[in-house]
């Protein structure tokens, strides 16, 4: 059982990402503590989820995540990564119903 990073984490490494995800998946934390202990919006942690279903903790890195946006949307603060686009709170296979 992966160990939750501390709910103080300001640097958000691809491993404490997937510790957070897996977490809520296990059903050891709901996601709503989640976004409550970690102070991420649900959009974030969805977009965890989504990632981390199609690619693994690897694909939760900022350089993975940067090879595949688009190059104008690269200069542009806060823009998802192809698979977090039009957001669905129940992202299939991870949590909720699909």
């Not at 959009?43 to 900022?62: I, K, N, P, Y």
Request: net charge positive; hydrophobic share 30%.
């Amino acid at each position: 059982m992966a160990k939750l990073p501390p709910p103080d984490t300001k640097r958000w490494v691809a491993s404490r990402k997937a510790a957070v995800v897996t977490a809520v998946h296990d059903g050891r934390i709901t996601m709503e503590a989640a976004l409550n202990r970690y102070q991420l919006t649900k959009e974030e942690l969805v977009c965890w989820q989504r990632v981390f279903g199609s690619h693994g903790t690897r694909g939760l890195r900022a350089t993975f995540v940067q090879q595949y946006r688009e190059p104008q949307r690269c200069r542009t603060r806060g823009s998802d990564p192809p698979d977090c686009a039009g957001l669905d709170p129940s992202p299939p296979g991870v949590g909720g119903s699909a």
